[in-house]
């Protein structure tokens, strides 16, 4: 039998075979540490204004150029990141928490529960989330931690659903019937023989997930619900230079390179975990 240990260092050296995933996973490592460094990165402070460089064209001194009120793009692009990914790391967590929950307590104890969960799953699964982010934007306000609220609490329904039908699975195994009848309780079940066994399905959601997230903060920011100024976000960028498109492009590309790039990078290593990681597949 192949020990949790054993389970994980055979799915590394298959992730390792995969190029596109250790690709994508060397972009989110260096996507993660501009966001932890980037007081220490970002050459100019995001937020100071220098009017007499208001709209400078991409050169030596500013790479990306700057913006209507002679902030460098590069700087913002570089603390939007540590925005963008906050939000994702953050929502997804909080979706992580609340859908194991959910997921767990339906296929573990079936019956009404279970009927009351998957009536709760199929409402919130048939939600269109942005609409709804906007509207708990719109009643919280707008700034960070409402965005990692709004955005986690949306995102439950698939981690449930995916738990659920794991948790059905497991349940019927010879060791967790053999816990019950040595009198293990129920919450020695669910946290010492479940959630081990769970957590694979955990990884890739969480994974799966950031992207979206990346793109909703993005969307909720562009709409003015998302983070304060003169906190910098990729997606209030965008909104901002939405008025110098024509004459001033770079403005609203570099942000919506970062966008894309992050989100890209997300789902290929968020497959390529998948792959190695579900059981299904690998066989």
């Known amino acids: 039998m ?18 596109l995933a250790m690709i994508s996973l060397a972009v989110v490592v260096v996507l993660v540490v501009v966001a932890l460094f980037a007081p220490l990165i970002a050459p100019y402070d995001p937020d100071k204004q220098v009017l007499r460089q208001k709209l400078m064209d991409p050169c030596l001194e ?3 150029g700057c913006d209507e009120h002679g902030r460098d793009i590069l700087s913002r692009c570089i603390y939007g990141c540590r925005v963008s990914l906050s939000v994702g790391l953050v929502s997804q967590l909080i979706a ?36 709804l982010a906007m509207a708990l934007m719109f009643a919280l306000g707008s700034g960070l931690l409402n965005l990692y609220i709004s955005l986690g609490v949306l995102a439950w329904s698939r981690t449930a659903r995916l738990i659920r039908g794991t948790v059905l699975q497991l349940k019927e195994k010879e060791y967790v019937r053999s816990c019950k009848v040595d009198g293990g309780g129920d919450l020695r079940i669910i946290l010492r023989h479940l959630l081990p066994n769970c957590i694979p399905t955990l990884i890739i959601t969480i994974t799966m997930g950031i992207p979206s997230a990346i793109l909703s903060e993005a969307s909720l920011s562009f709409l003015g619900l998302g983070v304060r100024s003169p906190m910098a976000s990729w997606g209030s960028m965008i909104a901002a230079s939405q008025d110098y498109f024509r004459h001033k492009a770079f403005y609203s590309l570099f942000p919506g390179l970062c966008i894309i790039v992050a989100v890209i990078a997300f789902n290929t290593l968020g497959d390529g975990l998948r792959d190695a990681l579900d059981p299904k597949l690998r066989k």
Request: proline share 4%; aromatic share 22%; glycine share 10%.
């Open 2 to 19: 192949l020990t949790y240990q054993g389970y994980y260092r055979e799915s590394w050296e298959l992730l390792k075979k995969d190029p």
């Open 62 to 64: 500013h790479w990306f």
């Open 96 to 131: 992580t928490v609340i859908g194991y929950f959910m997921g767990v307590c339906a296929g573990y104890f079936g019956g009404k529960v279970d009927a009351a969960i998957s009536f709760l799953i199929q409402v919130f699964s048939s939600l269109p989330d942005l609409l």
